[in-house]
Nanobody, 123 residues
Framework: QVQLAESGGGSVQVGESLRLSCEVS????????MAWFRQTPGKEREGVAE????????LYDDSVKGRFSISHDNTKNTVYLQMNDLKPEDTAIYFC????????????????WGQGTQVTVFS
């Protein structure tokens, strides 16, 4: 059974940083695509960043380029999202997801999801 466990959310002020973590267990493929999505009430879930663990290639949504950084640790089966210079519009529930390959932050390509972790940025 595939399980994803996010951690690291919280409440911070504008301009501060947070690092989210997501540990994957039970996924039988070595190389995989791991991604972060986020969702606010009344809106659809949107892709934030993804990384293909096979070659380290990454993709970011324009809204987070230059501020967020995605990375992974294969020894821990964990993906991280370093979020710097946070803004109020980054407030959302952040979800991690895993797929066998990366398809440009397409939500439907991800079959396994975590429960989400809340990030709140206040001014």
């Amino acid at each position: 059974q595939v399980q994803l466990a996010e951690s690291g959310g919280g409440s911070v002020q504008v301009g501060e940083s947070l690092r989210l973590s997501c540990e994957v267990s039970g996924y039988r493929y070595g190389s995989k695509c791991m991604a972060w999505f986020r969702q606010t009430p009344g809106k659809e879930r949107e892709g934030v960043a993804e990384i293909y663990t096979g070659d380290g290639s990454v993709l970011y949504d324009d809204s987070v380029k230059g501020r967020f950084s995605i990375s992974h640790d294969n020894t821990k089966n964990t993906v991280y999202l370093q979020m710097n210079d946070l803004k109020p519009e980054d407030t959302a529930i952040y979800f991690c997801a895993v797929s066998i390959n990366c398809w440009g932050l397409r939500e439907r390509s991800f079959g396994h999801w975590g429960q989400g972790t809340q990030v709140t940025v206040f001014s």
